[in-house]
C-alpha cells in the first residue's frame, strides 16, 4: 500500500498570503495525484487531478505540482472561504490512499 | 446536476450488518466507476472500494476485503455497499463517490451527503 505523507499538519496563516502544502508518496505515483478541499460538515470537493490539472470550476489560485513522490498544492492567496482541510490521493495503484490532510485555518 | 444520496446508515452492534444504498441521478450512471470513502469521526479521509461502470470490477481496502460487498444496479442507478461482521472501526460517516472521467475514474468529482454508520453495544 502506498502511504501518502502531508505537510505540515496545520498551516496558519491570514487571507491574502499564499499557501503551500506538501503530499509526499512511499512510492511513485507518477502524476497520479489529485487534491481535495473539505469543510466542516460537508463532503470532500476535488480541486486538482492528476498533480496539476485544475478540476472543474477551481479558482485559478489553485495550482497543483509535482511529480513521482513529491507534489505541492498552492493557493496563491488565500480568500476566506479556503479555510479549510485539503487531502491528497494517490490512484497510482490498488488501493487507493489518501494522505493525513492539512489544515489551513486563519491565523 | 448530478446528486448521490446515501442512506442506510445507522447503530449497529460489533458483528452485526448493513445495507448501504446511493441513488444517483444527473448522469449516466453505468457509463462511471463509483467508489465508497469513508471518514471516522475526527479523523481523515479512507477509501474502502469501487467498482466498475459495468459492476464486472471490483476492488477492496485491505480493511474491509472479506466483509463488505460493493454492487450496484445501473437499471435502478444505485450503488450498494453490504457491509458484514462490522466491528467498532468501522464507525464512520460513509460517502459514495462518482468516479471522474478525465481521471479515469479514479478520483471523484461528485460524493454525497454522506450516511452515519456506528458499531457500538
Known amino acids: 500500500e502506498i502511504v501518502l505523507t502531508q505537510s505540515p499538519a496545520t498551516l496558519s496563516l491570514s487571507p491574502g498570503e499564499r499557501a503551500t502544502l506538501s503530499c509526499r508518496a512511499s512510492?511513485?505515483?507518477?502524476?497520479?495525484l489529485a487534491w481535495y478541499q473539505q469543510k466542516p460538515g460537508q463532503a470532500p470537493r476535488l480541486l486538482i487531478y492528476d498533480a496539476s490539472n485544475r478540476a472543474t470550476g477551481i479558482p485559478a489560485r489553485f495550482s497543483g505540482s509535482g511529480s513521482g513522490t513529491d507534489f505541492t498544492l498552492t493557493i496563491s492567496s488565500l480568500e476566506p472561504e479556503d479555510f479549510a482541510v485539503y487531502y491528497c490521493q494517490q490512484r497510482s495503484n490498488w488501493p487507493f490512499t489518501f494522505g493525513p490532510g492539512t489544515k489551513v485555518d486563519i491565523k | 446536476e448530478v446528486q448521490l444520496l446515501e442512506s442506510g446508515g445507522g447503530l449497529v452492534q460489533p458483528g452485526g450488518s448493513l445495507r448501504l444504498s446511493c441513488a444517483a441521478s444527473g448522469f449516466t450512471f453505468s457509463t462511471y466507476a463509483m467508489s465508497w470513502v469513508r471518514q471516522a469521526p475526527g479523523k481523515g479521509l479512507e477509501w474502502v472500494s469501487a467498482?466498475?461502470?459495468?459492476?464486472?470490477?471490483?476492488y477492496y481496502a485491505a480493511s474491509v476485503k472479506g466483509r463488505f460487498t460493493i454492487s450496484r444496479d445501473n437499471s435502478e442507478n444505485t450503488l450498494y455497499l453490504q457491509m458484514n461482521t462490522l466491528r467498532a472501526e468501522d464507525t464512520a460517516v460513509y460517502y459514495c463517490?462518482?468516479?471522474?472521467?478525465?481521471?479515469?475514474?479514479?478520483?471523484?468529482?461528485?460524493w454525497g451527503q454522506g450516511t452515519l454508520v456506528t458499531v457500538s453495544s
Open positions: 467498482i466498475s461502470g459495468s459492476g464486472g470490477s471490483t
Open positions: 463517490a462518482k468516479g471522474a472521467v478525465y481521471c479515469g475514474g479514479d478520483c471523484f468529482d461528485y
Open positions: 512510492q511513485s505515483v507518477f502524476s497520479y
